[in-house]
Every structure is written in C-alpha cells, then in structure tokens.
T-cell receptor
Framework: EAGVTQSPTHLIKTRGQQATLRCSPI?????VYWYQQALGLGLQFLLW???????NRGNFPPRFSGRQFPNYSSELNVNALELEDSALYLCASSLEGRGTEAFFGQGTRLTVV | EDQVTQSPEALRLQEGESSSLNCSYTVSGLRGLFWYRQDPGKGPEFLFT???AGEEKEKERLKATLTKKESFLHITAPKPEDSATYLC????????????FGQGTELSVKP
C-alpha cells in the first residue's frame, strides 16, 4: 500500500514568489495535516483538513493557505515568500482527526533565495 | 499552554548499551501520545501510540511507557541502525487532530 506522497521533493523560489506544495494521503485517510520543520525549530503545526474543510490552523500568517480536494489530496500555498519560509514541509494523513496516528510523507524541501 | 519537552537533546551510546529517552508533557485532556523516528532529511516514521497512564507498547528493541506526566522510550541493546532523532508528540482533547511535538532526542549509537 502506498504511503503519503508529496511533490515536489525540492523547490527553490525567489523571495516574494508563490510556492505550491502537493500531498496525496494514504488511501482511505480523510484527514490531512501540514507541518513546517525549520532548522532548529522542530515540527510546527500549520493546517488540518478533514472532509474538504479546514478544521484547525496553527500560528502562521494568512499567506500560508491550503485546500483539500474531493479525492482527499491537499495543496499548501505560500504567498509572498520570505527567506525564513525555507524549511522542510511535511504532510501527514490519518483515518480521522482525533486520537489516531498520523503517517508522514517524505516532505518538500523549500528553499527561498 | 500545551507543551512537550524531551530530554536529553542528544544521546550517544555504544552498541548494546541500553538507555531511556524522556518526554514530559502538559496538556489539556490527553487524547494520545505518539512516538516517531526521523532520519535526516526524511519524514517522521510512526512508532507507537499510547492513550492512558500505565500503557506500554513494544517493537523490536524499543519499548514505550506512559504515566500521567511523562513517557519513556526505552532502547534495549541498541544497534547503529537505531541512530536517528526520536520525536514525541501529544494530541490534546481541545485541539482536534493537531499534534504538538517536542524538540526531539538525537540518538547516536556507535559500533
């Protein structure tokens, strides 16, 4: 069974540009989560989608946004990129939002220059 | 405020030298505590879920335990391939599916 897949693996953008990151969850999982892992800061929660709706949002500015499609795949958009947005962006999926384990993809390494 | 603290930050062991990693947490209504392993540049790999104090889970050389305030990940007779960063995360009752992660313990096992 395929795990969580993310694309692209690496992404290099210029400050001020927009980045789009994509995630396909494990088959049958309806919840998708996005986390940012910047150097030395640990995993920080960004967004949680379930059944196409945004259920929870972390302490990030509005230029971080996303959506979940009818097939449960998800997209994370980062507008007006800043240098400090450079990080590993991780997507995870679970069967449901509460109390169940989440499985992570391999991440997208975003570098802003 | 919900918080997770892991110690030590880094741990160096000789192959076969058993030890424990600690995860202390303060959370409003624990729904679950999760252990992950992360290799450099990779996504976290799920290891265990613990739901209530007194619960224990085992997998190969790893054993996770849970009390009302902390969790331990015991590593018995580690091998070099156990070298990785071990992450602890909690899910709070009022936060939905959000995981709150600790900073991790970087484990290095030398042959």
């Amino acid at each position: 069974e395929a795990g969580v897949t993310q694309s692209p693996t690496h992404l290099i953008k210029t400050r001020g540009q927009q980045a789009t990151l994509r995630c396909s969850p494990i088959s049958g999982h309806t919840s998708v989560y996005w986390y940012q892992q910047a150097l030395g800061l640990g995993l920080q929660f960004l967004l949680w989608y379930d059944e196409g709706e945004e259920r929870n949002r972390g302490n990030f500015p509005p230029r971080f946004s996303g959506r979940q499609f009818p097939n449960y795949s998800s997209e994370l958009n980062v507008n007006a990129l800043e240098l400090e947005d450079s990080a590993l962006y991780l997507c995870a999926s679970s069967l449901e939002g509460r109390g169940t384990e989440a499985f992570f993809g391999q991440g997208t390494r975003l570098t802003v220059v | 405020e919900d918080q997770v603290t892991q110690s030590p930050e880094a741990l160096r062991l000789q192959e076969g030298e058993s030890s424990s990693l600690n995860c202390s947490y303060t959370v409003s209504g624990l729904r679950g505590l999760f252990w992950y392993r992360q290799d450099p540049g990779k996504g976290p790999e799920f290891l265990f879920t613990l739901y209530s104090a007194g619960e224990e889970k085992e997998k190969e050389r790893l054993k996770a335990t849970l009390t009302k305030k902390e969790s331990f990940l015991h590593i018995t007779a580690p091998k070099p391939e156990d070298s990785a960063t071990y992450l602890c995360a909690v899910q709070a009752g009022n936060q939905g599916g959000k995981l709150i992660f600790g900073q991790g313990t970087e484990l290095s096992v030398k042959p």
